[in-house]
């Protein structure tokens, strides 16, 4: 990438001596006593009063997902990437499917590095541009050694079939049950798109329990798909996506890699 000078750690396909991923519980998908949806009384609109857990999806004022509209030209904390060619399992936690790596992934953003925890998909996209949702969205959640989470977001349009995302793709319905799914080795790198310019705010959790203080960074170039591999993920969870939220005078920045 050219033109901010933010650099990238060379994204190798190598992870041989790479250690375990720590494991953290779903940022995106907190596993909890509590039910909650994506329609009827259970709902988005409804899940500050399911529990006194939940307040921030009702009270928030820095709340996620959000619709972008272009953002400022001011100078953000750099993004360097780490990731790399990994084993991975996947599971369904019942609101989305998620993948994690067996060995060590990782970003690290104005010189504050996080550690990967697991990817997983809305369908269709929780983030909008310009008012307008893509066919899906993956979020690579970060934790950072203090708690603290970076999301990286990548959309995702109809296309061509996308070989890199077949080991996910082709899992998804065999993990259906809950079960554990060895995915094979997941090329991590060639799952980004060609630019890695992103919009970058600060935002939530986009489920229960909506907690903010969440670094967001997304990628303004989509990745496609095939139609198969959306329909693949469309069968497994249609409609897992919270509508757009206020954006509350945020700063959004249009980052340049």
Same mark, same amino acid.
């Given at each position: 990438m050219?033109?901010?000078?933010?650099g990238?750690?060379?994204?190798?396909?190598?992870?041989?001596?790479?250690a375990?991923?720590?494991?953290?519980?779903?940022?995106?998908?907190?596993e909890?006593?509590h039910?909650?949806?994506y329609?009827?009384? @259970?709902?988005?609109?409804r899940?500050?009063?399911?529990?006194?857990?939940?307040?921030?999806?009702?009270?928030?004022?820095?709340?996620?997902?959000? #619709? %972008?509209?272009?953002?400022?030209?001011?100078?953000?904390?750099?993004?360097?990437?780490a990731?790399?060619?990994?084993? $991975?399992?996947?599971t369904?936690?019942?609101?989305?499917t998620?993948?994690?790596?067996?060995?060590?992934?990782?970003?690290?953003?104005?010189?504050?590095?996080?550690?990967?925890?697991?990817? &997983?998909?809305?369908?269709?996209? @929780?983030h909008?541009?310009?008012?307008? *949702?893509? @066919?899906? @969205?993956? &979020?690579?959640? &970060?934790?950072?050694? #203090?708690?603290?989470?970076?999301v990286?977001?990548?959309?995702?349009?109809?296309?061509a079939?996308?070989?890199?995302?077949?080991?996910?793709?082709d899992?998804?319905p065999?993990?259906?049950?809950? /079960?554990?799914?060895?995915?094979?080795? !997941?090329? %991590?790198?060639?799952?980004?798109?060609?630019?890695? #310019? &992103?919009?970058?705010?600060?935002?939530?959790? +986009? +489920?229960?329990? $909506?907690?903010e203080?969440?670094?967001?960074?997304?990628?303004?170039?989509?990745?496609?798909?095939?139609?198969?591999?959306?329909?693949?993920?469309?069968?497994?969870?249609?409609?897992?996506? *919270?509508? !757009?939220q206020?954006?509350?005078?945020?700063?959004?920045?249009? !980052?340049? /890699?």
């Open positions: 050219v033109g901010s000078g933010l990238l750690l060379a994204l190798v396909t190598s992870c041989s001596n790479s375990a991923s720590p494991a953290a519980p779903s940022p995106s998908a907190p909890s006593p039910a909650w949806s329609d009827g009384a @259970e709902g988005p609109e899940w500050g009063t399911l529990s006194s857990d939940f307040g921030s999806c009702s009270s928030g004022t820095a709340q996620s997902p959000i #619709d %972008f509209r272009g953002g400022s030209g001011l100078s953000p904390a750099p993004l360097a990437l990731y790399y060619a990994s084993e $991975c399992e996947i369904d936690n019942g609101h989305t998620e993948l994690r790596a067996l060995t060590a992934q990782g970003i690290t953003v104005g010189g504050k590095q996080y550690a990967f925890t697991q990817m &997983h998909f809305h369908a269709p996209s @929780e909008t541009v310009n008012g307008v *949702r893509h @066919e899906a @969205e993956f &979020h690579f959640v &970060h934790q950072a050694d #203090d708690g603290g989470l970076a990286v977001g990548i959309l995702a349009t109809a296309g079939a996308n070989a890199a995302w077949a080991p996910f793709t899992g998804v065999a993990a259906a049950g809950g /079960q554990k799914v060895a995915a094979g080795v !997941v090329d %991590f790198p060639a799952l980004f798109p060609a630019s890695l #310019d &992103h919009f970058a705010y600060d935002g939530s959790l +986009t +489920t229960p329990p $909506c907690s203080g969440v670094r967001w960074l997304l990628f303004e170039t989509p990745v496609e798909l095939g139609a198969g591999q959306l329909a693949t993920l469309r069968a497994a969870h249609s409609g897992n996506s *919270r509508p !757009v206020p954006l509350n005078g945020r700063d959004v920045v249009v !980052v340049d /890699q």
